[in-house]
Nanobody, 124 residues
Framework: QVQLVQSGGGSVQAGGSLRLSCAAS????????MGWFRQAPGEQREGVAA????????YYADSVKGRFTISQDNAKNTVYLQMNSLKPEDTAMYYC?????????????????WGQGTQVTVSS
């Protein structure tokens, strides 16, 4: 059974930084797409970033380009989301997701496995 265990997040002032982690188990990690999504209250879930675990290619939403970085540690089956220059509009519940394929469609790749979510709150 696939498990995605998230850690990190919390509260920070605007301009600050946070890092999220997502450790995958029960999952063939190699050559897959791993992603980060977020959902604010009353809003639709949106893709933030994704990475091909096989080649390391990355995909970002326009709203986070230049501020967020997705990375991975293959030895630990773990992906990270480093979030810098945070803005109040980044406030949301953040979810890690794992696909059964590479990122064929970038952030629009189908992700059947999801983490438990972690809250990120950015105050002005």
């Amino acid at each position: 059974q696939v498990q995605l265990v998230q850690s990190g997040g919390g509260s920070v002032q605007a301009g600050g930084s946070l890092r999220l982690s997502c450790a995958a188990s029960g999952y063939t990690y190699s050559s897959k797409c791993m992603g980060w999504f977020r959902q604010a209250p009353g809003e639709q879930r949106e893709g933030v970033a994704a990475i091909n675990t096989g080649g390391g290619s990355t995909y970002y939403a326009d709203s986070v380009k230049g501020r967020f970085t997705i990375s991975q540690d293959n030895a630990k089956n773990t992906v990270y989301l480093q979030m810098n220059s945070l803005k109040p509009e980044d406030t949301a519940m953040y979810y890690c997701a794992a696909a059964a394929s590479p990122c064929y469609y970038g952030l629009n790749t189908y992700f059947p496995h999801w983490g438990q979510g972690t809250q990120v709150t950015v105050s002005s």
